[in-house]
Antibody, heavy 119, light 110 residues
């Protein structure tokens, strides 16, 4: 069964960093991209970037270039999203999501991780 | 890459059909058949309804259908049910292998 399980909620200070993890079930091949999508309170979905774990191939949305780092540790089947320079605008639910390729839809989603940034 | 444009809200009565539009450009929707649609109920993760413009994944009701014309994609829900009340998002692939979502549409079942 394909499944993505994310780390728990985080409360961070403005200016700090947060690292969210996303553990894949063994049924999800390493050649499938894992993306990060966030959703601010009452707002829509926003794609941040993705990685193909087997190759380490990265793709970031221009908006987050230089501020986000996505990594993968295949030994633990875990993908990480590290976001730096947090502001209150980064308060959101962060989801990881799997697709067959970057062209395909996101067919498996993590449960979401709430990140709250305080002043 | 600018977000795709969706109506903020649509509504319909049980049993009726509704259509949600998603407008982009020749650089995203118009350039590729890689549009997908998602349903999101409050407090839940999104769920894939449609991929590749009109493909329905296994397990998704055939009341949901997708199409595309030029730079605009559409999601049609037929035989509206109370459980269809949710937020709906479109998404497109772009030339730089990135993704762009629509702003979301809130569906109210009257």
């Amino acid at each position: 069964q394909e499944q993505l399980v994310q780390s728990g909620a985080e409360v961070k200070k403005s200016g700090s960093s947060v690292k969210v993890s996303c553990k894949k079930s063994g049924d999800i091949f390493s050649t499938y991209p894992i993306s990060w999508v966030r959703q601010a309170p009452g707002q829509g979905l926003e794609w941040m970037g993705g990685i193909i774990p087997m190759y380490g191939t990265l793709n970031y949305a221009q908006k987050f270039q230089g501020r986000v780092t996505i990594t993968a540790d295949e030994s633990t089947l875990t993908v990480y999203m590290d976001l730096r320079g947090l502001t209150s605008d980064d308060t959101a639910v962060y989801y990881c999501a799997k697709s067959g390729s970057y062209r395909d839809g996101f067919d498996v989603w993590g449960q979401g991780t709430t990140v709250t940034v305080s002043p | 890459q600018s977000a795709l444009t969706q109506p903020a809200s649509v509504s319909g009565s049980p049993g009726q059909s509704i259509t949600i539009s998603c407008t982009g450009s020749s650089s995203d929707i118009g350039g590729y058949n890689y549009v997908s649609w998602y349903q999101q109920h409050p407090g839940e993760a999104p769920k894939l309804l449609i991929s590749h413009v009109s493909h329905r994944p296994s397990g998704v009701s055939n009341r949901f259908s997708g199409s595309k014309s030029g730079n605009t994609a559409s999601l049609t829900i037929s035989g509206l049910q109370a459980e269809d009340e949710a937020d709906y998002y479109c998404r497109s692939y772009t030339p730089t292998a990135t993704q762009v979502f629509g702003g979301g549409t809130k569906l109210t079942v009257l």
